[in-house]
């Protein structure tokens, strides 16, 4: 089955940008989906398809994906922008959807 | 606006089988390209992936537990059943259905808000 590699933890100042990454073999060749959880909350999805904001979503967030690694950008990270980000890709071999591990972004 | 919401025991035991119902509102599961879900999360852990239905009845199982897992639709209730196993306390975890959309794969654009089952004795 197809794996996704997430960093645990990134941490980021106010103000500053933050870039949670989520590789995986020839990612680039996939599409990659982002989804934003809050403590206590369900997942929220906030980018799909590389690079498609979801309506709500701020335009401080976007995504890039190639080679083994897609990112996801958080400009002017804000306080209430801390939460787990979990990215997805669809394992065309057997037919299913696949996530990472979460990446725990906390705003100092 | 589209709704979802997961109901079922909170605690069983260990071998018991556990049987989850989303509800749904807001879309048919008649419709070309549509989907549910259910995704499970551990506690402090990630998301992982169980079991989709489509409009047309066509289901797809994670490859490591396909062996406990059933899916099923009631069109006419709105509802998505989900049947596990064996149950065993690592199974303990929120369990969340997801409305999909197909678009050459599933995206989740709608989560219910989850249901904490703990596995015990």
């Known amino acids: 089955s197809y794996v996704l590699t997430q960093p645990p933890s990134v941490s980021v100042a106010p103000g500053k940008t933050a870039r949670i990454t989520c590789g995986g073999n020839?990612?680039?060749?996939?599409?990659v989906h982002w989804y934003q959880q809050k403590p206590g909350q369900a997942p929220v999805l906030v980018i799909s398809?590389?690079?498609n904001r979801r309506s709500g979503t701020p335009e401080r967030f976007s995504g890039s994906n190639s080679g083994n690694t897609a990112t996801l950008t958080i400009s002017r990270v804000e306080a209430g922008d801390e939460a787990d980000y979990h990215c997805?890709?669809?394992?065309?071999?057997?037919?299913?959807?696949?996530f990472g591990g979460g990446t725990k972004l906390t705003v100092l | 606006q589209i709704t979802l919401k997961e109901s079922g025991p909170t605690l069983v035991k260990p071998t018991q089988t556990l049987t989850l119902t989303c509800t749904f509102s807001?879309?048919?599961?008649?419709?070309?390209?549509?989907?549910v879900g259910w995704i499970r999360q551990p506690p402090g852990k990630a998301l992982e992936w169980l079991a989709l239905?489509?409009?047309?009845?066509?289901?797809r199982y994670s490859p490591s537990l396909k062996n406990r897992l059933t899916i099923t639709k009631d069109t006419s209730k709105n509802h998505v059943i989900l049947t596990m196993t064996n149950m065993d306390p690592v199974d303990t975890a929120t369990y969340f259905c997801?409305?999909?959309?197909?678009?050459?794969?599933?995206?989740?654009?709608?989560w219910g808000q989850g249901t904490l089952v703990t596995v015990s004795s």
């Open positions: 020839n990612i680039g060749s996939k599409s």
């Open positions: 398809y590389d690079t």
């Open positions: 997801a409305h999909g959309i197909l678009a050459g794969q599933v995206t989740f654009g709608s």
């Open positions: 997805q890709v669809w394992d065309s071999r057997s037919d299913h959807p696949v």
């Open positions: 807001g879309f048919s599961l008649t419709t070309f390209g549509v989907g």
């Open positions: 239905i489509y409009w047309d009845d066509d289901k």
